[in-house]
């Protein structure tokens, strides 16, 4: 529980030099999970946060009264009927003058919503001030991210031994999707992607009804959320023998994704880390077939901050978990993408994935 004490304590420190005297946080039909979560441990769809200077104030409803009091270290208080009124008066007993909110999650239709009954109160909307605290991960928190990359992995591997011609992209990641389940993740953490032959230049391709076929390449970008923590790792693999571009590509992809994790560590930008792979990519004479950023942030959402990517204006410190993935696609012929996750550190980065990536895969394995 001291842990969320903390960042409650981190978060305000944060806002209050933004001269609020309290902060609001609504999380309302999963509008904000995320950071409510983070902040209290509270998974369910309906809380609100309040912290002043002294107090920290949860309010749920009916639905989650138990819930909230088993989950978070907070006194609960429960809501009944139309919240936003009830959530007003209780920012005014707190004294509030100066309400801070962030301003990724709260749509202008709630904001207009809390303004209209909000009498006396003014709100302040500030710059993604939680998602900021959550860039840098504890101890805790990367153990976290590495076990959701384990059963990840464990997943891969037992699909791997099973994948053959004729099955459906559907049927593959659905398989996947459900050996993940009943190995205890929460869920996961998007929408696996398996992709066959020409299909894998396509960098989110949906899972489908197409079959793959033997010579074919598949692409597998999937995740689990354990714990609420998310996994983000890509492979490719051959069904029966790839072509000779195919190896050529993926050699490329596999240098790009070397160079781009050496690039890592504290203090670099991410627009360095991301030109570091993006050179390889580019001597190879593929620069145009690398259309994305190399990288995301991965935590409680498999995509935060920091962002790797030309156009990125983050630096990297100590602590934040980023992917690195570069790909090179051919439309509507072969693409290849090799993803790993890595935690920054003072002078490079720790690798958290440890799916084998040396050779291209060839299944199946004799
Ligand atoms: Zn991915
Ligand atoms: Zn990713």
């Not at 090179?328 to 440890?354: K, M, T």
């Given at each position: 529980?001291?842990?969320?004490?903390?960042?409650?304590?981190?978060?305000w420190q944060?806002?209050?030099?933004?001269?609020?005297?309290?902060?609001?946080l609504v999380?309302?039909?999963?509008?904000?999970?995320?950071?409510?979560?983070?902040?209290?441990?509270?998974?369910g769809?309906?809380?609100v946060?309040?912290?002043t200077?002294?107090?920290?104030?949860?309010?749920?409803?009916?639905?989650?009264?138990?819930?909230?009091r088993?989950?978070?270290?907070?006194?609960?208080?429960?809501?009944r009927?139309?919240?936003?009124?009830?959530?007003?008066?209780?920012?005014?007993?707190?004294?509030a003058?100066?309400?801070?909110i962030?301003?990724?999650?709260?749509?202008?239709?709630?904001?207009?919503?809390?303004?209209?009954a909000?009498?006396?109160?003014e709100?302040?909307?500030?710059?993604?001030?939680?998602?900021e605290?959550?860039?840098?991960?504890?101890?805790?928190?990367?153990?976290?991210?590495?076990?959701?990359?384990?059963?990840?992995?464990?997943?891969?591997?037992?699909?791997?031994?099973?994948?053959?011609?004729?099955?459906?992209?559907?049927?593959?990641?659905?398989?996947?999707?459900?050996w993940?389940?009943?190995?205890?993740?929460?869920?996961?953490?998007?929408?696996?992607?398996?992709?066959?032959?020409?299909?894998?230049?396509?960098?989110?391709?949906?899972?489908?009804?197409?079959?793959?076929?033997?010579?074919?390449?598949?692409?597998?970008?999937?995740?689990?959320?354990?714990d609420?923590?998310?996994a983000?790792?890509?492979?490719?693999?051959?069904?029966?023998?790839?072509?000779?571009?195919?190896?050529?590509?993926?050699?490329?992809?596999?240098?790009?994704?070397?160079?781009?994790?050496?690039?890592?560590?504290?203090?670099?930008s991410?627009?360095?880390?991301?030109?570091?792979?993006?050179?390889?990519?580019?001597?190879?004479?593929?620069?145009?077939?690398?259309g994305?950023?190399?990288?995301?942030?991965?935590?409680?959402?498999?995509?935060?901050?920091?962002?790797?990517?030309?156009a990125s204006?983050?630096?990297?410190l100590?602590?934040?978990?980023?992917?690195?993935?570069?790909?090179?696609y051919?439309?509507?012929?072969?693409?290849?993408?090799?993803?790993?996750v890595?935690?920054?550190?003072?002078?490079?980065?720790?690798?958290?994935?440890?799916?084998?990536k040396?050779?291209?895969?060839?299944?199946?394995?004799?």
């Amino acid at each position: 529980m001291g842990e969320f004490v903390q960042r409650r304590k981190d978060l305000w420190q944060r806002v209050r030099a933004q001269n609020v005297d309290a902060f609001l946080l609504v999380n309302v039909e999963g509008s904000d999970q995320p950071n409510l979560r983070y902040l209290t441990g509270f998974t369910g769809t309906f809380g609100v946060l309040i912290l002043t200077a002294q107090e920290a104030v949860f309010l749920t409803d009916p639905r989650y009264t138990e819930q909230a009091r088993a989950q978070t270290d907070l006194a609960v208080e429960e809501v009944r009927g139309r919240w936003i009124p009830q959530v007003m008066e209780r920012l005014r007993l707190l004294g509030a003058k100066r309400v801070g909110i962030g301003n990724t999650r709260v749509t202008l239709h709630l904001f207009e919503e809390l303004k209209k009954a909000g009498e006396g109160l003014e709100f302040v909307p500030l710059t993604a001030p939680v998602e900021e605290l959550r860039r840098i991960k504890s101890a805790q928190e990367i153990q976290k991210i590495r076990e959701a990359l384990e059963l990840t992995e464990a997943g891969l591997q037992w699909v791997l031994k099973n994948v053959r011609p004729g099955q459906t992209e559907r049927e593959v990641a659905l398989d996947l999707e459900f050996w993940y389940r009943k190995e205890g993740a929460d869920d996961v953490a998007f929408d696996l992607i398996v992709a066959g032959g020409p299909r894998t230049s396509r960098p989110h391709h949906r899972a489908g009804p197409e079959k793959l076929r033997a010579g074919d390449l598949v692409l597998f970008d999937i995740g689990v959320r354990l714990d609420g923590y998310c996994a983000d790792l890509t492979r490719v693999v051959a069904l029966g023998r790839p072509s000779a571009k195919a190896l050529e590509t993926y050699k490329v992809v596999r240098e790009a994704n070397r160079a781009g994790i050496e690039a890592v560590r504290a203090g670099a930008s991410g627009k360095e880390v991301d030109a570091a792979a993006r050179r390889v990519i580019e001597e190879a004479g593929l620069g145009e077939l690398f259309g994305h950023g190399l990288g995301h942030g991965v935590g409680l959402e498999v995509h935060e901050g920091p962002r790797l990517s030309p156009a990125s204006e983050d630096t990297l410190l100590p602590g934040m978990v980023v992917t690195v993935e570069p790909g090179v696609y051919f439309p509507g012929e072969l693409g290849v993408r090799i993803e790993d996750v890595v935690v920054v550190e003072e002078n490079g980065a720790r690798v958290l994935s440890s799916f084998p990536k040396d050779e291209l895969l060839l299944l199946p394995r004799r």
